[in-house]
């Protein structure tokens, strides 16, 4: 396919959410051993500043959070009072204002990724960055065989791994499996449950498959439920079935911890 270059394309625009983002509280609903690996990261940090906070999913119950979103349809799914309106290239804080900044599966949506993860080490000591992997997405039987075309795209809008660490000058990068029966709807989460990609209102809260026209989708779509109708897709990926666990490329990026 060749070397991609990323930049966050108009499509990924943090205003895609005042379209998109409409029951993501619903839909996205924090996994617990998620949240876990996430508040591990963050340490003792008893403030923290959530970037790109959306609707609020991972944010600790236990510590003084500060939640900060530019799109009002995700504000509106919060209690009343508690984000900021803002984006990640101009945080509205001074320098070390908290204990931990923290961004989880937000950064491809920002319109300048640097520019987002150099206001966060503005901001914190601490900062903790729960992201993907685009060079990993054809890992991913939903993607590398139904929907290829969706690799470029995330390409498009987000850098590597390695990129995202030297920006954030992290000090370690953890890998995230993804449990079978995960509760929060990404894109990965219905590895081992194929059927619920068929849902509309699943993809609807997954901003790969939300963004995209629903003719270019169809094929893929008729594809898989085809294969799961005749059996092809239980013969091919049977032993997923088996499987409590896989790695399809998410990530925490740590600095300060």
Known sequence: MGTLSWGVPQASHPRVYDRIGGGYSDRRVPDPRIAAR??????????????????????????????????????????????????????????????????TLTIHHWLDIDAGLAEMRRIAPRCVVFTFDPALQASLWL?????????????????????????????????????????????????RRPERYLDPAVRASISTFAQRDDAELAPGLQALEDDLRSGAWQRRYGDLLERDEMDFGYRLVIRGG
Request: charged share 20%; glycine share 6%.
């Open 38 to 103: 996430i508040a591990a990261a963050l340490g003792g940090a008893r403030t923290v500043c959530n970037v790109g906070a959306g609707a609020g999913s991972y944010e600790p119950s236990d510590r003084t959070v500060t939640a900060v979103e530019p799109s009002p349809a995700m504000i509106a799914q919060r209690a009343p009072g508690t984000a900021v309106r803002a984006v990640a290239e101009r945080l509205p804080f001074a320098d070390g204002a908290f204990d931990a900044a923290m961004a």
């Open 143 to 191: 993607i590398r065989d139904y929907f290829p075309s969706v690799i470029e795209f995330e390409h498009t809008r987000h850098p590597t791994i390695d990129h995202v660490a030297d920006r954030l000058a992290a000090d370690r990068v953890e890998a995230v499996p993804i449990p079978w029966d995960c509760s929060d709807g990404f894109q990965a989460a219905y590895w």
